[in-house]
């Protein structure tokens, strides 16, 4: 197989867990902003905003060593064990160190929803590694489902905690707990990582090659954390937990958009992984990074195209300030994705201090921004530090990348995607019902131009399947 056919083929079976789970995430928008206050909705939106930051810093993100180190070992059963056992052990470790100081935080500090947070923590650590470890082992399928699990659990578990029991935003917090809790059993009993279980395989060696590797991606996820929650922060503090719940609901758009890319890019590092030092790898990449510009820009523009039109019905009147702010953030999104795409080239190298040294300083110009305008323009202030944040690392990192892999895209393609973002934003605008039509109908025409080599080899893929359907079926 091919290595663009590979990663069609995992991108397509991740995409089957990730956008169930998307779609899941995307339908509770409109439930969260009719059943919470905008109060409310930021004070949660705000918790589970840290719970981002609490759990890489827990693990010393050892899930990504874990997913890293069993692709090299997956026809190597002693070795699996080796790299599970140990960085389980060691994340076990971790959880308990964490336990005991929480428990005298939380005796020393009043703060709200204490028992479902913690749960909450430590469910999504477990998630976290053991979905890492499916992916590592090639067992997409399995990872695809646990998504699915957690997906589905959860919008059942807000529905139960939120309508019947009435718990408002703990039942936000509980209902994530127990999704992430379903998804952990499923993962270890489908995988059967209780066999990799192997406590004489406890190497200190081994420890310290899994840390060196994860440990460097820890200030690297607080700057991300940094550049995507401190926003969140800064506005409650400066401006009110209601500001909050307005920019929260906008980003949430945003959101759509990098988790979208988040299904290819979960493919993507495991395909970088495997070809990183094949001879064409200079083509495969910029080959590969070309057709992902061109599809996000048509994903971003084709949103922000069909929102005026449907905005007002999905979203509570409570939250319309939102919608000035979603523009600014998508554009943001689209940064994001070059970044971690180049991020994805990094890992594959093993190259994880160059993560961390790439995100410092877009960390810093996003709290130095908000903390100069928010009191001035208020959640605007936000949205620009986003996109100024995203956009300098975004030339750093393409910039920096070229010593190791030469990603050539032309200047023609990059003039066409700003093109695009121009017309569909200026229309957003403007929001005119004859011209929010004219915007869709042209980002789909634009769209399905920019990504035709895309919907050629997707066409392909289904042609071959359905013939190779007949072709059995004929033979029986």
């Given at each position: 197989m091919?290595k ?19 779609f ?10 009719y059943?919470l206050?905008?109060?409310e909705?930021?004070?949660v939106d705000?918790?589970i905003?840290y719970?981002g930051?609490?759990v890489?810093v ?17 026809d190597?059963n002693k ?15 971790l959880?308990?160190?964490f ?22 923590i430590?469910a ?7 979905l ?5 082992l090639?067992n ?8 699915i699990i957690?997906g ?19 039942g ?16 270890f ?12 395989e ?33 506005i ?10 307005i920019?929260a ?5 945003a ?7 988040n299904?290819?890019?979960l493919?993507?590092t495991?395909?970088s ?6 001879d064409?790898?200079d ?13 996000s ?20 009147h409570?939250y ?7 523009p ?8 994001n ?5 180049v991020?994805g ?38 949205a ?24 050539k ?5 990059y ?7 121009a ?26 131009i920019?990504?035709?080599y895309i919907?050629i ?9 359905k013939k ?6 004929l033979?029986?």
């Amino acid at each position: 197989m091919s290595k663009g056919k590979e990663l069609a083929k995992n991108t397509l079976i991740i995409m089957l867990g990730k956008i169930c789970t998307q779609f899941i995430s995307f339908l509770l928008i409109p439930f969260y902003t009719y059943f919470l206050s905008t109060k409310e909705y930021g004070q949660v939106d705000l918790i589970i905003t840290y719970i981002g930051l609490f759990v890489p810093v827990i693990t010393i993100q050892l899930e990504m060593s874990m997913f890293r180190f069993l692709i090299d070992c997956r026809d190597n059963n002693k070795k699996k064990t080796g790299v599970f056992t140990n960085i389980f052990s060691v994340v076990l470790v971790l959880i308990v160190i964490f336990s005991i100081i929480y428990l005298i935080v939380s005796l020393i500090f009043k703060f709200p929803y204490k028992m479902s947070l913690y749960t909450c923590i430590i469910a999504t650590i477990l998630s976290n590694l053991f979905l890492q470890s499916a992916r590592g082992l090639g067992n997409n399928i399995k990872y695809s489902a646990g998504c699915i699990i957690a997906g589905v659990s959860n919008i059942v578990f807000n529905l139960i905690f939120i309508l019947g029991f009435k718990m408002q935003g703990n039942g936000v917090l509980v209902a994530t707990a127990l999704s992430n809790l379903f998804c952990t059993f499923y993962l270890f009993i489908s995988n059967k990582l209780y066999t990799l279980v192997d406590f004489n395989e406890i190497n200190k060696n081994s420890v310290k090659k899994y840390l060196k590797y994860s440990s460097p991606l820890v200030p690297n996820s607080i700057m991300w954390w940094i550049i995507n929650a401190s926003d969140r922060t800064i506005i409650t503090i400066f401006i009110g937990a209601t500001a909050n719940g307005i920019f929260a609901v906008s980003h949430k758009f945003a959101t759509i958009v990098a988790s979208l890319y988040n299904i290819f890019n979960l493919s993507w590092t495991e395909s970088s992984s495997l070809h990183i030092n094949e001879d064409d790898k200079d083509e495969f990449f910029s080959d590969t990074l070309k057709k992902v510009l061109f599809f996000s820009s048509a994903v971003c523009c084709c949103m922000i195209s069909v929102l005026p039109l449907c905005f007002n019905i999905i979203i509570s009147h409570n939250y319309h300030e939102a919608y000035i702010y979603i523009p600014p953030l998508v554009i943001g999104s689209f940064f994001n994705i070059i970044i971690s795409f180049v991020g994805g080239i990094y890992i594959a190298l093993k190259k994880t201090e160059a993560v961390a040294k790439t995100s410092f300083w877009s960390g810093v110009i996003n709290i130095a921004i908000n903390l100069l305008f928010v009191k001035i323009i208020g959640v605007r202030a936000s949205a620009i530090s986003i996109i100024l944040a995203f956009l300098i690392m975004c030339i750093y990192r393409m910039v920096d990348v070229q010593k190791y892999v030469k990603l050539k895209i032309g200047w023609k393609n990059y003039a066409v995607i700003i093109l695009q973002f121009a017309i569909s934003i200026i229309l957003y605008y403007v929001n005119n019902s004859y011209l929010n039509i004219m915007n869709i109908i042209i980002m789909i025409i634009s769209s399905i131009i920019l990504n035709r080599y895309i919907l050629i080899a997707l066409k392909q893929i289904i042609l071959n399947r359905k013939k190779k359907r007949l072709n059995k079926v004929l033979s029986s």
